[in-house]
């Protein structure tokens, strides 16, 4: 079992910058697939960035040059910078990790930007 615990989230203003942290309960090394989502009420739920086993990032088209993915291992902690934030970046933001093939969320932190 892996728990996913969710921070960083809040209110912030266009063009202001957030963090996101994904405490895990494993090590970083063993989870073989990492990644953030995000989802607003009535919406399809989207893969914003995600950081796989060797080191591959791939990131949504909407956030590429904004976002940035990282993990640090000695932690156990997989991060999200947020720059340049839109409001329609306005989600819920939810960890996910894979777990000798099974699928784990974080409760997920709210993420609101005001125009």
């Known amino acids: 079992q892996v728990q996913l615990v969710e921070s960083g989230g809040g209110l912030v203003q266009a063009g202001g910058s957030l963090r996101l942290s994904c405490a895990a309960s494993?090590?970083?090394?063993?989870?073989?697939?990492m990644g953030w989502y995000r989802q607003d009420p009535g919406k399809q739920r989207e893969l914003v960035a995600g950081f796989t086993v060797g080191g591959r990032k791939n990131y949504a088209d909407s956030v590429k040059g904004r976002f940035i993915i990282s993990t640090d291992n000695a932690k156990n902690t997989l991060y999200l910078q947020m720059n340049s934030l839109k409001p329609e970046d306005t989600a819920i933001y939810y960890c996910k990790a894979i777990w000798v093939g099974k699928q784990y969320w974080g409760q997920g932190t709210q993420v609101t930007v005001s125009s």
């Open positions: 494993e090590s970083i090394s063993s989870i073989t697939d």
